[in-house]
């Protein structure tokens, strides 16, 4: 591990079953509180029926799949495990702040360029009716607050324990491509999935792994994982299959489906899927020339 910190001794089996247990135990207790508040919602609302979770029940979900995970990762990576806030990839909080803002550039840049080139050559559009600038940016920025804990509880749950586990186990690159299948598998059930949106989603969970192992650990791969989602909301494009609505501006996808995404959004497409193994080329690319240096 980067931090040079001893690793535990921990067999294939052990790892693969500290892995499933923390997903469960996590899991479990997600289940348990968000089902808890969706069977409060008519009490907080008398007289009304509750059809769908109100706008706010995505960042509350966030911050409940935190704290469950969170206390997962109490359990089995600090207690069963016993490995270090180091190892867990939880830096310092200077280096920390500085990886998320690094990681929001390594995010945002390439989700950036795919919908820039989806432009010229499929012919995506935007139509603006923003009152003004300061009123975008508020929007933006409200909407950056409500996806950080969405992106913060991922990459507790994917490249917390059991990614850290599994690398002391079977190496950093079998457990970066395992966990990233993973990832993708948890997208399944989607909207509007489709096997190239399958597969960008697996390459993001490759980035975001490397990502992980650079300097600031959690922290930026939470800081890239919240560029790329933020850029493309902030956009006004779906993000993952799910829409995101910016006051006064409407995004128009092109085509075809194949090369822009379409309806799922720039992860649909074949122009994110080069975006995203140029970026990982060019993070292990680094990563290379500063292990040589």
């Known amino acids: 591990m980067t931090d040079g910190s001893a690793a535990p001794p921990l067999s294939k089996m052990k790892a693969i079953g500290g892995s499933i247990a923390f997903l469960v135990l996590g899991g479990s207790a997600a289940i348990l509180l968000l089902g808890g508040m969706l069977l409060a919602l008519p009490a907080l609302n008398p007289g009304t029926i509750v059809t769908s979770p109100p706008w706010w029940f995505p960042l509350i979900q966030g911050i409940v799949l935190i704290l469950a995970f969170a206390g997962a990762t109490g359990l089995i990576g600090f207690r069963w495990a016993r490995l270090g806030r180091e190892q867990l990839g939880l830096a310092p909080v200077s280096e920390g702040l500085r990886g998320f803002f690094r990681g ?23 139509l603006a009716d923003i009152p003004s600038v300061g009123m975008y ?41 395992g966990v990233a299948l993973l990832f993708a598998v948890a997208h399944l059930a989607n909207p509007g999935l ?45 993000v993952s299959g799910l829409p995101f609505a910016m006051p006064g501006l409407t995004y128009t996808p092109g085509g075809p489906g194949w090369l822009t995404g379409g309806a799922f959004g720039p992860e649909g497409g074949l122009l994110a899927t080069l975006m995203l193994i140029g970026t990982i080329g060019a993070l292990v690319a680094r990563s290379q020339k500063e292990s040589l240096s």
């Open 104 to 126: 929001l550039g390594i995010g945002a840049g390439p989700a950036l360029l795919t919908m820039a080139l989806a432009v010229p050559l499929g012919g995506a559009t935007w």
């Open 137 to 177: 940016f508020g929007a933006a920025g409200r909407m950056g607050l409500a996806l950080l804990p969405a992106a913060f509880s991922e990459e507790i749950i994917f490249r917390g324990v059991p990614l850290v586990l599994c690398a002391f186990a079977f190496g950093r690159s079998w457990a970066i491509g």
């Open 194 to 238: 489709t096997p190239v949106a399958v597969i960008n989603i697996a390459l993001a969970g490759v980035m975001l792994g490397i990502v992980f192992f650079r300097p600031g650990r959690l922290w930026t791969a939470t800081g890239a994982h919240l560029g790329w989602n933020l850029t493309l909301a902030a956009l006004a494009a779906p």
